[in-house]
C-alpha cells in the first residue's frame, strides 16, 4: 500500500498534477491516479502547448486547500513485479489572474508490504541462468520529414526485435553530424515509430535507432538514416464557403435565376510556410453567373492558420438558369514570391428543398430512401457494408484500419435537426491505440466546413499521439483503441447551443459523417476497423431537391463601385489562431446603421472583454483585439467566442488564442 499527503493550487483546467507508475524501469509510464482513494478532479483543456492535453489529472484547488489531503493507492495488482511512481506535474507558458497559484505539495510517502530495490555490487563472480544475447534488430527503417510547422521534427520508423528477454525497448539517438554518438539516447520506447521533436529547420541530421532487452543488453546495429530539413511552399485552400441573400424573389436562401447573393470566404494556408500579402479575385466560371464584386484581401496568412477576407464577393445568378444546373465560381489567389492558384466553387442552381417529418433510422439491413455516400480524401475509399460483424441483425458499415495513411467518411444524406432532435448510433472499434482515431463530425453549409461533436458528449475518447501521415491533430481526442464491444452513442443535437446560448442546429439542415484516419504504419499486432449500425434521428425530417417553382423576378444588377454594403457580416478573424492581437472585421447593412455591440466571451459564456459598443454607420469597419480583459490584463490561451449584435441579427464565431 502506498499513502502521501498532498495540497493543490494550479490553474484550473489548464496546469495539473499525475500519478504515474512504471513497470519496466521508467522507459513507459502509465496513469494511477483515478485508481487512488481520491481520484483526480476532472480533464483539463485541449491546449497543444502542454504535455498533458485533454488528460484528468488533479487540477485548480484541492478540496480542502490549505489543508493536506491523504491518498492511498493500493498497489496490490501490481504484486510480484518492481514499480516506480513518480509525481508528475505540467502547466502551459501562462497563467491567468494576478493572484500567484501555490503549486503542489508532497509530504509524508509512505509504502508498507513492500521491498525496496536497491542497486548494489553483485556478490556472485560467475553469473547463472542471465542471458548476454543482444536482441536480434535491423535497426532504423527510415527517417522522414513530416512537413511539421516549423520543420522542426522527423519520424523515424522500424521493424520489431527478436529476443527471449521480452519486453524489447528501442533507444533513440540523434545528432547534427556522421556518425552519430551512441553515448546518450534522446529517447527511449518500446513503439516501433518515434517522432524527434525539437531540431532545428535548415541542416542535415543524422538517426540510429538500437534495440534493448530486459537484461540490459543492446544490439550493435550501426543503420544510420539521415533528413534535410527544409520547409515547403504555401499552399492555399479553400476551408469553408457560405453565401448571404441580399436581393431574392423566394426568400429561400438558394441562389436562384436573377437572384444576388454575398459570398464570404475563409482560406487556409495548408503549409508550413507563412503567406504574406494575399489577394483574392472572384471569376465566373460559367454561363450562370455575373461577379458584381470581385476582390478581396486576406493579408498575411501564417502556416497552419486561417483567415477570411476584409469584405464577401458579390454575384448574381443568370435568368436564364436551369433547373438543377450546377454553376462554377472561381477564386484566383495570389501572394508575395510568386504564388499564384485557382479554386474553383460548385453551386447547385435553380432549386427548391421538400422536407418529410420522420424518425429517420438505417439499421443498414436495406437501402434508406435517401442513401448514403462515403469518399476519401487520402488513402482509398474502403467504406463497405459487410456481415462479419452487425449489432442487429446481420449487416453494418465497416472500414478497415489496413496500415496507411487514411482519411475517409461515411456521409448521411440532408438531415433537418428539430428542437427535439436526438442522434444515435451503435459502433464498435478496433483501431490502433494513440495512432489511429475516428470522429463524429457535423456540417450546415453542405460539406463545406465540419465541427467535431464527439467530443461534446462522449467520455470513450482518447487523445492520439504524434500523428505520422494522420489527417487528425496530436493531443485531440478521437475513438482510438480497442472499445470492447459494441456501444451506444447519444447526442442531443437539437438541444445544442452555443455558450452563449445561441442554437446550434435546431431549424437547419445538417450533414453528418463518421471519419477515420490512420497513419502511415500499424504496430504488431494486426488492427482491425470501425463498425457503424443503427443511425437513428429522431423527430426529424429528409429533405429532398426539386426544381425551383418560383418565377424569376426582376433584380437590377448594381456595379460593384456603386453598391452598398451587401449585409451586416461578422467575419472570422485574423489571423485564426492568434498570437498577440487579431483583427475582427465586419459589414453592417444600411438597415443595420446605429447601435452595434461587438463583444469576447469565454467558453463559460462569460464576458471578457467589449470591443465595440457605439453607434455605427452602414460599410466596413474593424477593430483589433490584444487579447486582454476590460481590466487590460492578459487572458488565458485556448477558445473563445466573439459576438456581434445589430439592430437586425446577432452573429457568433469562435477564435482560437495562442501563446
Avoid at 256 to 283: H, I, M, Y
Avoid at 500 to 515: D, I
Wanted: a negative charge.
Amino acid at each position: 500500500m502506498v499513502t502521501f499527503w498532498h495540497r493543490y493550487d494550479t490553474e484550473d483546467d489548464w496546469d495539473g498534477c499525475l500519478l504515474e507508475l512504471s513497470l519496466d524501469g521508467g522507459d513507459t509510464w502509465s496513469d494511477v491516479g483515478d485508481d487512488t482513494n481520491i481520484g483526480y478532479d476532472d480533464a483539463v483543456m485541449v491546449n497543444p502547448q502542454s504535455s498533458i492535453s485533454g488528460r484528468r489529472c488533479w487540477n485548480g484547488q484541492s478540496p480542502a486547500f490549505p489543508t493536506f489531503e491523504e491518498v492511498t493507492l493500493n498497489m496490490a495488482p501490481y504484486a510480484g513485479q518492481p514499480c516506480q511512481l513518480r509525481f508528475r506535474m505540467a502547466s502551459d507558458l501562462s497563467t491567468t489572474g494576478t493572484t500567484p497559484l501555490t503549486g503542489w505539495n508532497i509530504d509524508d510517502f509512505n509504502v508498507t508490504g513492500a521491498d525496496i530495490l536497491r542497486e548494489v555490487c553483485e556478490a556472485t563472480p560467475v553469473c547463472s541462468g542471465q542471458e548476454t544475447d543482444a536482441p536480434l534488430f535491423a535497426g532504423l527503417d527510415s527517417a522522414v520529414n513530416p512537413n511539421t510547422t516549423g520543420c522542426d521534427a522527423v519520424d523515424l520508423k522500424w521493424s520489431a526485435a527478436a529476443d527471449v528477454s521480452e519486453p524489447v525497448s528501442y533507444l533513440v539517438y540523434v545528432s547534427p553530424s556522421s556518425p552519430v554518438p551512441l553515448t546518450t539516447p534522446v529517447a527511449s520506447t518500446t513503439a516501433l515509430k518515434y517522432r524527434v521533436p525539437g531540431l532545428t529547420a535548415g541542416q542535415t541530421w543524422y538517426f540510429v535507432v538500437r534495440a534493448r532487452d530486459s537484461q540490459g543488453n543492446i544490439d550493435g546495429n550501426s543503420v544510420e538514416r539521415s533528413v534535410t530539413l527544409a520547409c515547403d511552399l504555401p499552399e492555399l485552400t479553400v476551408r469553408s464557403t457560405s453565401i448571404a441573400p441580399l436581393e431574392e424573389c423566394d426568400d429561400d436562401g438558394r441562389p436562384d435565376g436573377t437572384e444576388q447573393f454575398a459570398l464570404s470566404v475563409v482560406l487556409l494556408n495548408d503549409s508550413f510556410s507563412n503567406a504574406k500579402n494575399v489577394q483574392v479575385t472572384l471569376r465566373d466560371n460559367s454561363s450562370n453567373f455575373v461577379v458584381l464584386g470581385s476582390t478581396a484581401s486576406f493579408g498575411d496568412l501564417d502556416a497552419r492558420h486561417d483567415g477570411a477576407g476584409d469584405q464577401p464577393f458579390v454575384f448574381a445568378v443568370t435568368a436564364n438558369t436551369l433547373c438543377q444546373a450546377v454553376g462554377q465560381l472561381a477564386l484566383d489567389i495570389t501572394a508575395d514570391g510568386g504564388y499564384a492558384a485557382t479554386r474553383t466553387l460548385d453551386l447547385l442552381l435553380e432549386t427548391d428543398i421538400t422536407v418529410q417529418s420522420t424518425n429517420f433510422f438505417d439499421d443498414v439491413e436495406s437501402p434508406p430512401a435517401v442513401p448514403f455516400s462515403h469518399y476519401a480524401e487520402d488513402g482509398g475509399d474502403a467504406w463497405a457494408i459487410v456481415t462479419t460483424d452487425a449489432y442487429s441483425p446481420t449487416h453494418s458499415w465497416f472500414v478497415p484500419d489496413a496500415g496507411g495513411i487514411t482519411n475517409s467518411s461515411l456521409q448521411s444524406p440532408p438531415l433537418y435537426v428539430s428542437a427535439s432532435s436526438v442522434l444515435s448510433f451503435r459502433h464498435r472499434f478496433i483501431l490502433e491505440s494513440g495512432f489511429d482515431g475516428a470522429v463524429l463530425e457535423i456540417s450546415t453549409d453542405d460539406g463545406n466546413s465540419w465541427t467535431d461533436i464527439g467530443a461534446s458528449y462522449n467520455s470513450q475518447q482518447e487523445p492520439l499521439g504524434p500523428a505520422f501521415g494522420s489527417p487528425f491533430q496530436p493531443g485531440q481526442a478521437y475513438w482510438s483503441g480497442d472499445s470492447g464491444g459494441w456501444l451506444l452513442e447519444t447526442v442531443n443535437l437539437g438541444a445544442m447551443t452555443s455558450p452563449l446560448g445561441e442554437s446550434l442546429y435546431a431549424g437547419r439542415t445538417a450533414l453528418v459523417r463518421w471519419r477515420i484516419g490512420c497513419d502511415d504504419t500499424n504496430s504488431e499486432p494486426p488492427f482491425v476497423g470501425w463498425w457503424i449500425d443503427d443511425i437513428s434521428l429522431t423527430n426529424s425530417q429528409v429533405s429532398s431537391l426539386q426544381c425551383d417553382a418560383t418565377p424569376a423576378c426582376a433584380i437590377s444588377a448594381v456595379p460593384e463601385t456603386q453598391r452598398p454594403p451587401v449585409a451586416s457580416l461578422l467575419h472570422q478573424n485574423r489571423p485564426n489562431p492568434a498570437r498577440g492581437t487579431t483583427a475582427i472585421a465586419f459589414v453592417l447593412a444600411p438597415g443595420d446603421a446605429g447601435p452595434v455591440r461587438l463583444t469576447v466571451y469565454d467558453v463559460a459564456g462569460r464576458l471578457v472583454r467589449n470591443l465595440v459598443q457605439a453607434e455605427r454607420d452602414a460599410g466596413h469597419h474593424e477593430v483589433t483585439w490584444s487579447g486582454e480583459d476590460e481590466s487590460g490584463r492578459s487572458v488565458a490561451p485556448g477558445i473563445y467566442f466573439y459576438e456581434l449584435v445589430t439592430g437586425s441579427r446577432r452573429q457568433v464565431r469562435k477564435l482560437m488564442l495562442a501563446n
